[in-house]
């Protein structure tokens, strides 16, 4: 274990204003005037393992940057080093300042993400594991297609009700980057799939099988052969790691296993390996990443030398205390401090609200406020730990015809489960609209598109509504399943119930089909649950439909924000796990609540409740000037049962001069 510092924390630092030391004598470029004192160590660190604890916003790219210059520049050939990071892009950039720093030498680094230097590796050895050198590699579109040509082979008959392409090819995935057996991650992720397991695995193994025969390997297989070629082969791990004399990867805390030990097994012989990440900012474990992958270094490595990057470039120093705050109680890491040389800026504001509503209205307001003081919308940002926490703002957002884009997850009214449980209230208050009746209809088993269109013209003839499917005389193939449509709209019509109560008949109507179309059924029956909740503030259905409908923004989802391309006076919504890397002026973070942020479930499983910690660490560390926290109180968690009042457990003991406390009435707006 790493030493744990002592508890800490409010800290603020006026060392580094202490000169930093001078450039190498001869030096093109000046170092220890470009640098803080703990860059400039981590730049000019000479040979073995060095491990570099890079807090949110300490100039963590600078460092690599200049780390690359500094060794081209003192005679290590620019061929010899390899730097290594998780986007094609983030290499780019690092690669092209340092020659903007020094010159075109470094250009000839070798750069990229972990599968393009597999690639480069296997396409040089491919005979040797086996493969033509003129091996295929699939996407995952092909490998999903892959699979699903197999799915119909080993279930001809069609009676095994098995997952679909997309999920296989995530199931598969997960046990090569988590070094899980399948049948853990089918347990851990997708439970309902538990009794299909044995044929799940047979598909897997025709799927690796038929790969083999046709010289294809997946994205996973990259690492995979690497490993292997690494692991078994000495002579070539030797030669691969006499080629690279110095290696750097960037944001180590995300390495799965397998990737650190390919890094192991390449520095083995030199150990000339610089590691940069923050155990803190550890949050995609649902990809196979291991935050235990940094805490170990120092163990795998001997001798390891830790620099810790604590002064922060992004922050306000009120801001960064409630980060240090955060991460200080957490179980496993380095103890780091993070400070800034700016001074002033407000605390953190923990702000309760009386209902999910009102927690929505007061984002609104703040961000009006802030608005009308002249800071443009693409400057504030509104995370969030999951997609449906953003459902009920983003009412309130159109409603305020304040445009945003969403980042990470869907809008609510774009997916497939969420329409599908609004076309079945339409057709209530709109018995002539044929998109809804057709998806309705088509819902149904055994009833195709010539057969829906022929049942919405009968019913649009009576011109009785919804009630026109009860007294037609129809004719169809599957008159069991359109039975259970006809009591649907019987019992609603028989026994008018609150809107949240038709809502509810409606989800014990659809539930059935959601679990047959979508393998991640759970997750979706909790996004339905809350739209249930929206309805609850609801009288009248034709409101409710009109506030769902109303003009969305242009912007898709998949546009993706940076802060260098921004997105013209657009508000940004974005999950926390999208969000990472990036910075905003302001930022609220929605649903500080205990039990959903920490989730319920996280709450049992030690490793979880660690993951969400640092997942807060990191909503709060992308504010820049302003950083609001939001929470509503006295909210019915269908999961437990139970009603949640309490502030996440992660802000419950912050004191209250690093954090201040507000309560906000929905009378008050």
């Not at 050198?133 to 069609?158: C, N, P, Q, W, Y």
């Not at 030669?239 to 805390?253: K, L, P, T």
């Not at 608005?371 to 305020?400: C, M, N, Q, W, Y």
Request: glycine share 6%; net charge neutral; aromatic share 8%.
């Amino acid at each position: 274990m790493p030493p744990i510092g002592e508890k800490k924390i409010v800290c603020h630092s006026s060392d580094h204003n202490d000169t930093i030391g001078r450039g190498s004598q001869g030096s093109s470029i000046d170092y220890g005037r470009e640098l803080n004192p703990a860059q400039l160590e981590a730049v000019t660190f000479e040979k073995g393992p060095l491990l570099v604890i890079a807090g949110a916003g300490s100039g963590k790219t600078r460092t690599l940057t200049y780390r690359v210059a500094h060794l081209v520049e003192n005679g290590v050939s620019p061929k010899s080093i390899l730097l290594l990071s998780f986007t094609r892009k983030a290499s780019q950039e690092m690669l092209k300042r340092a020659t903007k720093l020094l010159d075109n030498r470094c250009q000839e680094v070798t750069g990229g993400t972990f599968h393009s230097f597999a690639n480069i590796i296997l396409r040089r050895y491919a005979k040797v594991i086996g493969f033509d050198h003129g091996f295929t590699i699939i996407d995952r579109g092909d490998s999903e297609d892959l699979m699903g040509m197999i799915r119909k082979e080993v279930d001809a008959g069609g009676s095994c009700h098995l997952p679909r392409k997309s999920t296989l090819a995530s199931l598969f995935s997960r046990t090569v980057n988590k070094g899980l057996p399948l049948e853990d991650i089918v347990y851990e992720e997708y439970p309902h799939l538990g009794a299909q397991i044995d044929v799940i695995d047979r598909i897997r193994q025709v799927y690796a099988q038929r790969k083999r025969e046709h010289h294809f390997m997946d994205y996973d297989d990259l690492l995979v052969y690497l490993l292997r070629l690494l692991s078994d082969h000495h002579d070539i791990r030797r030669r691969i790691s006499d080629m690279y004399e110095y290696i750097m990867v960037d944001e180590y805390q995300d390495t799965n296993a397998m990737q650190a030990e390919i890094v192991f097994l390449l520095a083995g012989s030199h150990r000339n390996l610089m590691v940069v990440g923050d155990d803190a900012q550890s949050i995609y474990a649902f990809r196979g990443a291991n935050y235990k992958n940094i805490i170990d270094f120092p163990h795998r490595f001997p001798g390891t030398h830790i620099i810790k990057l604590e002064q922060n470039y992004r922050s306000l120093q009120p801001i960064l205390d409630l980060a240090n705050a955060l991460i200080e109680p957490a179980a496993e890491k380095y103890s780091k401090c993070l400070f800034t040389q700016r001074g002033g800026g407000q605390l953190p504001v923990l702000a309760a609200t009386t209902s999910e509503n009102a927690q929505s209205r007061y984002v609104v307001r703040e961000i009006a406020r802030l608005r009308s003081k002249g800071l443009p919308l693409d400057r504030i940002a509104v995370l969030f730990r999951a997609s449906f926490h953003s459902f009920d703002l983003e009412l309130e957002l159109t409603r305020a015809s304040m445009p945003f884009i969403k980042v990470g997850g869907f809008k609510l009214a774009e997916s497939a489960h969420i329409k599908d449980v609004l076309a079945h209230l339409r057709i209530f208050i709109a018995p002539r609209d044929r998109l809804s009746w057709n998806r309705v209809l088509l819902l149904v088993e055994k009833i195709g598109p010539r057969t829906a269109e022929r049942i919405y013209e009968t019913i649009a003839r009576q011109g009785i509504g919804a009630q026109g499917l009860l007294s037609a005389g129809l004719k169809v193939k599957n008159k069991p399943g359109l039975d259970r449509l006809k009591d649907l709209i019987s019992t609603m019509y028989a026994a008018p119930h609150s809107l949240v109560g038709w809502g509810e008949r409606v989800l014990q109507y659809y539930l059935p089909k959601l679990k047959e179309r979508f393998d991640d059924h759970p997750r979706r029956v909790r996004d339905i649950e809350q739209l249930l909740t929206i309805m609850e503030r609801y009288e009248h259905l034709e409101d409710f439909l009109a506030d769902m409908t109303l003009e969305p923004p242009n912007t898709s989802v998949e546009d993706r924000l940076t802060v260098d391309e921004g997105h013209a006076d657009s508000l940004t919504l974005s999950t926390i796990h999208s969000a990472k890397g990036l910075e905003w002026d302001t930022v609220f973070i929605l649903w500080a609540l205990d039990g959903r942020f920490p989730s319920s479930q996280s709450c049992e499983q030690p490793n979880s409740l660690e993951e969400e910690r640092r997942l807060m660490y990191v909503a709060a560390t992308r504010a820049q000037h302003h950083l609001n926290i939001t929470y509503p109180v006295g909210i019915f968690d269908h999961a437990t049962q139970s009603v949640l009042y309490e502030p996440s457990r992660f802000l419950d003991a912050i004191p209250e001069e690093v954090l201040e406390r507000r309560y906000f009435k929905a009378g008050s707006f």
